[in-house]
């Protein structure tokens, strides 16, 4: 079946890193990659997505790019900042024609702590 | 996109008991899905809800312990039936639109 592996956290930053947040996924046909955000205290948001290969989605100076040589989907900021302190999902969805579940597989979600 | 209202938004209570949570879209959308969070956890689908039809459930989830309602493309129910603390979790309920999906702001439940 599907999955999605994520590097685990929590990661912990300092306001104007880098960051990168690994994902990598397997599926049978050609899905669709999500990147969600949940912040403390609110419900899930998505973060962006792509829909096939070579796609970048990019949002709030998140980007990632849809490899399917590697099967992959990296999250990365230039210069993170304080508010950006969440737990960030990565998913995916097969959109299975022809009846039967249609819903998101997620990663087991990355803490992200930024420090000022 | 979509906006879900979901209620109730957080609810503590007996084990053995059962409830069912409410989900209203503000626009008629086709498939609703159920999902849970367990405590540090990432989310599972539970179930997949078309208006009109029997839910498809996931692997590992039952309609006996956790029957739903689409009575319309609007709305939905989730009901956790005979609890117990295992239970405890936060369900969301989310519509794909497009190619996007949108998440209600779950119900956190605790079972004691």
């Known amino acids: 079946g599907d999955s999605v592996t994520q590097m685990e956290g929590p990661v912990t930053l300092s306001e104007e890193a880098f960051l990168t947040i690994n994902c990598t996924y397997t599926?049978?046909?050609?899905?669709?990659l999500f990147w969600y955000v949940q912040y403390p205290g609110e419900g899930l948001q998505l973060l962006l997505k792509?829909?096939?290969?070579?796609d970048k989605g990019s949002n709030k100076g998140f980007e990632a790019t849809y490899r399917k040589e590697t099967t992959s989907f990296h999250l990365e900021k230039g210069s993170v900042q304080v508010s950006d302190s969440a737990v960030y999902f990565c998913?995916?969805?097969?959109?299975?024609?022809?009846?039967?579940?249609?819903?998101?597989?997620f990663g087991k979600g990355t803490h992200l702590i930024i420090q000022p | 996109s979509a906006v879900i209202s979901q209620k109730p938004s957080r609810d503590i209570c007996q084990r053995g008991t059962s409830l069912t949570i409410q989900c209203q879209v503000d626009?008629?959308?086709?498939?609703m899905f159920w999902y849970r969070q367990q405590p540090g956890q990432s989310l599972t689908l539970i179930a997949t809800a078309n208006q009109g039809s029997e839910a498809t459930y996931e692997s590992g989830f039952v309609i006996d312990k956790f029957p739903i309602s689409r009575p319309n493309l609007t709305f939905s129910t989730l009901t956790v039936s005979n609890m117990s603390p295992e239970d405890s979790s936060i369900y969301l309920c989310?519509?794909?639109?497009?190619?996007?999906?949108?998440f209600g702001s779950g119900t956190r439940l605790t079972v004691v």
């Open positions: 998913a995916l969805s097969e959109g299975r024609s022809g009846g039967g579940a249609d819903g998101l597989t």
């Open positions: 792509a829909t096939k290969a070579d």
């Open positions: 626009s008629q959308v086709t498939m």
């Open positions: 599926a049978t046909g050609y899905p669709s």
């Open positions: 989310s519509v794909r639109q497009g190619n996007g999906y949108t």
